[in-house]
């Protein structure tokens, strides 16, 4: 099993511990608020599986009908999951439409907030652990689901400090609107988690500072080409695909023109993790006097 799965292991059992300890507070204190963040727990544990399962199905090799790998599948996974938040987000706000007509004091508020208090300790280590370990080995699967966790900590931090005010100040009414706060950040998230994956499904051009740092050592490992030009990047997981035409002298000999092209592929790769570049190589007449020039 690789790290990236047994991390993806790693977020079930925590999940469901995380739940366990969340429902227990709910359970205690009767709180909408508490209980909004438990059925968030939820949705972490059924996302850990669809992530565990999306990592699994991309780490299968090329075949003939993939012959670019499975690596999109973790897109999907992503994208499962901010659906299922968009989805959590509407239930909660249900139950603090209802909460706020017919409010109620919170009971054994002391020993509910001390167990969501653990929970969300937990859940705080865990997401700073996927989100550094998801970006290093650049997996959107596992950089979703940490990021999804981070998003819970914050909600259950404002949650826990607004709740310490239930029994100080008598306020019923704050509990349901502290869900119904909740369940907005909830929604912002699961339309970023959303809106990131589609792009990753679309084909997204990699970020501006990294194109800039692909034409530099193509340009600066390009000698005896003249230009290269109709650069086309994109994302699949954690494959970076990059592809352009080269432009060498017409007179070049094809030993020639690979050795250029396997000195730039040395050296994209050296920079970018996981790269699969395609060179087209092209004669001086089809040159067209834009793109990157070679130094």
């Not at 199905?57 to 499975?70: E, F, L």
């Not at 290093?136 to 400090?161: K, Q």
């Not at 970020?207 to 490992?221: G, Y």
Request: include cysteine; aromatic fraction near 8%.
């Amino acid at each position: 099993m690789s790290r990236i799965q047994k991390l993806a292991m790693g977020s079930i059992f925590v999940g469901a511990l995380v739940f366990a300890l969340k429902y227990a507070a709910y359970y205690l204190t009767g709180s909408i608020a508490l209980y909004s963040d438990a059925l968030e727990s939820i949705i972490n544990v059924v996302t850990a599986v669809a992530a565990l399962m999306a990592i699994r199905v991309s780490a299968a090799p090329a075949d003939a009908n993939h012959p670019y790998g499975h690596h999109k599948v973790e897109y999907f996974s992503a994208v499962l999951e901010g659906v299922l938040i968009i989805v959590a987000a509407l239930m909660i706000l249900r139950e603090a439409y209802f909460g706020f007509f017919s409010p109620k004091m919170l009971d054994a508020p002391g020993i509910g907030l001390a167990a969501n208090a653990i929970a969300t300790a937990i859940n705080g280590l865990w997401s700073w652990v996927l989100i550094r370990q998801g970006r290093r080995m650049r997996s959107p699967a596992l950089t979703a689901d940490g990021r999804h966790l981070m998003t819970d900590v914050v909600t259950s931090i404002g949650v826990l400090v607004g709740l310490v005010f239930v029994p100080i100040t008598g306020w019923a009414w704050l509990d349901p609107v502290l869900a119904a706060f909740v369940a907005v950040n909830i929604l912002w998230s699961g339309w970023g988690l959303i809106k990131e994956s589609i792009g990753g499904l679309m084909d997204e051009a990699l970020p501006e500072a990294t194109l800039s740092k692909v034409r530099e050592i193509i340009s600066s490992n390009a000698e005896g080409a003249i230009e290269a030009h109709d650069l086309r990047t994109r994302h699949a997981g954690k494959m970076t695909f990059i592809d352009f035409h080269l432009v060498v002298p017409g007179a070049m000999s094809v030993t020639n023109a690979h050795d250029i092209c396997d000195r730039i592929e040395r050296a994209l790769k050296d920079e970018i993790e996981d790269a699969l570049i395609t060179i087209h190589v092209e004669p001086d007449n089809k040159a067209k006097h834009a793109g990157i020039v070679v130094l």
